[in-house]
C-alpha cells in the first residue's frame, strides 16, 4: 500500500513521508550512541568558520538536524524528478526512495559532510539537467565547477564530482572547449580565493598539501563484514529490476530523459568509486549515491506490474532496515 500511495503526487504524502521518516529511525533513536563526531568543514577550510561549534550540538539534535535535512533534500529531489519529468509522470516516490535509502545504514542517520554536500549536488543535478535546452553553458558551467569548489571545502572526495560537468556536456551538448574549460574557471575561483587567505595568514603550505589525497591509490582489497550488509539484497534486487524496466523502456522515452538516466549512472558510480581518498574513510561516503539510485527506485516502483511483489519488496527492505538497527552481528 505504501507504493502505490506514493505512486500519486498527492500532497498529504509529505505526511506520510515524515511518519517514514521517523519509523526508519525509530532503532536508532531507541539505540542511541553516546557520542557522534561532527565536522562542518575539511582540515584546510576550518578556520573559515567559527571553532568550538560541535559542543553545543548533542546526539539527539545531531539525528533530529540529520532527519530535517533528509527531509529536506526529499523534498528537492522530487521536485526536480518532476520538474524534468524524469518518470514519466508527477509522484513522490523519488522523495520516499531517498527517505529509504539514507535509512539504510545508521551512519547515514547523523549530520555527515556527505549528508549536507547532497544539498549541492542535487544543485548541481538542475544545473545539469538544464544543459539540454541551454543555447550556452558556459555560465552553467561555471556555476558547476564554484558548487563542486564549494563541496570540497566541505567534504573532498567530493572533488571528483568535477567529472560530472565534462560527462554532462558530453552526453547533452557539442563540443564547446569555452564551456568544458569554464568548469575549471568556476573551480578555481573558489580556491583562488583560499589561497589568497592562506597567503595572508602564513599558511600557503597548507594550501599545496589539499592536495595529497589525490595521488591515494584505490585499495587493493576493502575488509568486509558481510552480515552488516545483508540490507543491501534487496537494494540490489530492485536496482536490477530497475535495469531491467529502463531497457524495456528506454527507446520509447524522450531524449532527455534518456540522457538524463545516463548521466545518474554515472553520478551513482563516480559518487561510489571516489571514497578512496579520505584516509579516515566512513561508509557515510556512500550517501553521495543515494541522490541518483532514489531516482532509478522510483522509476522501477512506477512501472513495476506486480502489486504484490513489488509492496512485498519494498517491505522487506523497510522491516529489514528497521530490524537490522536493533540486531547487529
Avoid at 56 to 64: A, E, G, P, R
Avoid at 128 to 156: C, E, H, N, P, R
Avoid at 182 to 210: C, E, K, M
Wanted: glycine letters at 4%; aromatic letters at 22%.
Amino acid at each position: 500500500m505504501i507504493i502505490r500511495a506514493f505512486r500519486n503526487y498527492n500532497p498529504i504524502n509529505i505526511l506520510w513521508l515524515i511518519i517514514i521518516l521517523f519509523a526508519l529511525r525509530v532503532g536508532f533513536l531507541v539505540n542511541t550512541p553516546g557520542h557522534v563526531n561532527f565536522t562542518l568543514l575539511e582540515p584546510f577550510a576550518r578556520t573559515l568558520v567559527p571553532a568550538g561549534y560541535e559542543q553545543y550540538i548533542s546526539i539527539q539534535l545531531n539525528i533530529f538536524l540529520a532527519a530535517v535535512i533528509v527531509l529536506a533534500q526529499a523534498i528537492m529531489l522530487n521536485t526536480m524528478v518532476n520538474h524534468y519529468n524524469l518518470l514519466g509522470k508527477p509522484s513522490f516516490l523519488p522523495a520516499l526512495g531517498y527517505v529509504t535509502l539514507t535509512a539504510l545504514f545508521t551512519p547515514f542517520m547523523v549530520l555527515s559532510q556527505p549528508l549536507l554536500c547532497n544539498f549541492l549536488l542535487i544543485w548541481m543535478l538542475f544545473k545539469l539537467l538544464d544543459f539540454y535546452k541551454s543555447d550556452s553553458g558556459k555560465a552553467a558551467a561555471y556555476d558547476l565547477g564554484m558548487i563542486v569548489a564549494a563541496g570540497t571545502l566541505i567534504y573532498f572526495p567530493f572533488i571528483y564530482l568535477f567529472l560530472i560537468i565534462w560527462v554532462a556536456l558530453i552526453i547533452f551538448r557539442p563540443f564547446n572547449w569555452r564551456e568544458w574549460v569554464a568548469g575549471v574557471f568556476g573551480y578555481a575561483t573558489i580556491f583562488f580565493f583560499l589561497a589568497v587567505y592562506d597567503y595572508l595568514n602564513n599558511r600557503l603550505t597548507d594550501f599545496y598539501h589539499i592536495w595529497t589525497p589525490l595521488s591515494t591509490k584505490f585499495p587493493n582489497h576493502i575488509n568486509i563484514d558481510y552480515y552488516n550488509y545483508l540490507i543491501l539484497v534487496p537494494v540490489i534486487i530492485i536496482l536490477v529490476l530497475c535495469v531491467v524496466k529502463l531497457r524495456e523502456n528506454f527507446f520509447r522515452s524522450y531524449v532527455h530523459v534518456r540522457k538524463s538516466f545516463q548521466l545518474l549512472f554515472f553520478v551513482f558510480i563516480i559518487g561510489g568509486l571516489c571514497f578512496y581518498v579520505r584516509a579516515d574513510f566512513s561508509l557515510n561516503h556512500f550517501l553521495l549515491c543515494a541522490v541518483p539510485a532514489a531516482v532509478f527506485f522510483s522509476y522501477y516502483f512506477l512501472y513495476a506490474n506486480a502489486k504484490w511483489f513489488y509492496e512485498l519488496l519494498y517491505f522487506i527492505l523497510f522491516a529489514g532496515i528497521i530490524y537490522f538497527q536493533f540486531n547487529t552481528f
